[in-house]
């Protein structure tokens, strides 16, 4: 699979995540901002993040 996971901050410095496919288009993110990056991993996995 070609899809690209991004880790990110948002605006109120909480960790998401995003999925995107080859064309750039957003296929899936993060329900919430999580507090730190491994419970953020920790949801990614549960949606395909290997």
Not at 11 to 27: P, T
């Amino acid at each position: 699979m070609d899809d690209k996971w991004e880790f990110y901050k948002d605006y109120a410095k909480e960790w998401r995540w995003r999925r995107k496919n080859a064309n750039g288009k957003i296929i899936g993110a993060s329900p919430r901002g999580y507090k730190n990056r491994q419970e953020c991993l920790e949801n990614a996995k549960q949606h395909g993040f290997v």
